[in-house]
């Protein structure tokens, strides 16, 4: 089993940084792909980024791409989402997930789950 806990989420205004952190615990050197996804109220998760074990491996959704990172730490098995000209329709909980194999942008493809973080953009 691994576990998954967030932390770095709060209010920022449009424009501002945040930087979401993901540590995983457990069986942690199973872990192949980590990734980011969000939920806005009354709308369905979506994918944010992903990143392999070796850290190359990176896919960002096109809402993103520019403003935000994903990066690894496997020797603090941590994994972290650098946000950054952050919007409005950025406000979200955002969840940490894990696979331990090689997967996309699909939540159904990752086996574990953090709790998520609130972020809120205000304008």
């Known amino acids: 089993q691994v576990q998954l806990v967030e932390s770095g989420g709060g209010l920022v205004q449009a424009g501002g940084s945040l930087r979401l952190s993901c540590a995983a615990s457990?069986?942690?050197?199973?872990?192949?792909?980590m990734a980011w996804f969000r939920q806005a109220p009354g709308k369905e998760r979506e994918f944010v980024a992903r990143?392999?074990?070796?850290?190359?491996?990176?896919s960002y959704a096109d809402s993103v791409n520019g403003r935000i990172t994903i990066s690894r730490d496997n020797a603090k098995n941590t994994v972290y989402l650098q946000m950054n000209s952050l919007k409005p329709e950025d406000t979200a909980v955002y969840s940490c997930?894990?696979?331990?194999?090689?997967?996309?942008?699909?939540?159904?493809?990752?086996?574990?789950w953090g709790q998520g973080t609130q972020v809120t953009v205000s304008s």
């Open positions: 990143i392999t074990r070796s850290g190359e491996g990176t």
């Open positions: 457990g069986r942690t050197g199973s872990i192949y792909t």
């Open positions: 997930a894990a696979a331990t194999y090689y997967v996309g942008n699909y939540d159904y493809q990752y086996e574990y």
